[in-house]
C-alpha cells in the first residue's frame, strides 16, 4: 500500500512519504472519503502546525469528517510551506511567534491579522508557493532557501533538505537566492523566533 498524500515539502508540494514527520498541521478538510486529496490545498486560511499527539490524543492521518493532517519533517519545513504553531496543543510556542511578530512588525497583531498577512504572502490563487528573492547574507538562520535543493540555513552552514532528512552540510550561499520562507516568516525569524528542528539538523551542524 503505497504512503498517504500527505507529506508537505518546504517547496510547497503535499506528496506522498512513507517517513513520519515530527509536526503535523491543518488547513482544513482536504481528503475525499476514500482519504485522496482532491484539488483544494486549503479550505481557510488559518494554517497552522501543531503536535503530532496532544493530551495523549492522536488525530489520525484522515478521519472521516475531520481535517486532514500534514506532516513536516520539522517545524522549519512547516514555516517555509507557511504555517505558523497552534495556539492550542503549542500555546508556548505560539506565544514566542506572536511575540517575534510583534517586534518584527511594531504594535500587537491579532491572529486574524497573522493569518490573513500570512496567506497574502505564500500561495497564489493558484495553489502556487509564492517565493522572493534576497541577499543570502541577510537571512535569518531558519530560513529555506532555493537552489540546486531546498537548504535549511543555520547560522554557520546550508543543510540539504529531503523528505526523509537532512543529508548534508555546505557552506551558506552567497549573492541573491531564492526563498522558500514566506517573507513575513523570515523577518519573524530575523527577530528572534527559533524554529524546532529535525535531529538530523543539530547532527549536521558544524
Do not use: K
Amino acid at each position: 500500500m503505497s504512503p498517504l498524500q500527505n507529506r508537505v515539502l518546504p517547496t510547497g508540494e503535499i506528496v506522498s512519504h512513507p517517513g513520519r514527520g515530527t509536526l503535523t498541521g491543518n488547513r482544513g478538510i482536504l481528503h475525499g472519503p476514500d482519504g485522496r486529496l482532491g484539488t483544494a490545498r486549503w479550505r481557510h486560511p488559518h494554517w497552522v502546525c501543531c503536535e503530532v499527539s496532544f493530551r495523549e490524543r492522536y488525530h489520525g492521518p484522515m478521519p472521516d469528517n475531520g481535517w486532514t493532517a500534514l506532516f513536516f519533517l520539522d517545524e522549519a519545513v512547516a514555516l517555509a510551506a507557511g504555517h505558523r504553531p497552534c495556539h492550542q496543543c503549542r500555546h508556548a510556542d505560539a506565544g514566542r511567534f506572536r511575540a517575534a511578530w510583534d517586534r518584527a512588525f511594531g504594535g500587537t497583531a491579532s491572529t486574524q491579522t497573522i493569518d490573513r498577512t500570512l496567506h497574502a504572502a505564500r500561495v497564489d490563487r493558484r495553489r502556487v508557493q509564492i517565493r522572493h528573492r534576497a541577499q543570502a547574507d541577510t537571512l535569518p538562520a531558519g530560513a529555506f532557501v532555493l537552489t540546486d535543493a531546498p537548504y535549511l540555513l543555520t547560522e554557520t552552514a546550508a543543510l540539504r533538505y529531503t523528505p526523509g532528512g537532512y543529508v548534508s552540510a555546505t557552506a551558506r550561499p552567497l549573492g541573491e537566492v531564492t526563498v522558500l520562507t514566506p517573507q513575513p516568516i523570515v523577518q519573524v525569524l530575523a527577530a528572534g523566533y527559533q524554529p524546532r528542528l529535525h535531529p538530523d539538523a543539530a547532527s549536521l551542524i558544524p
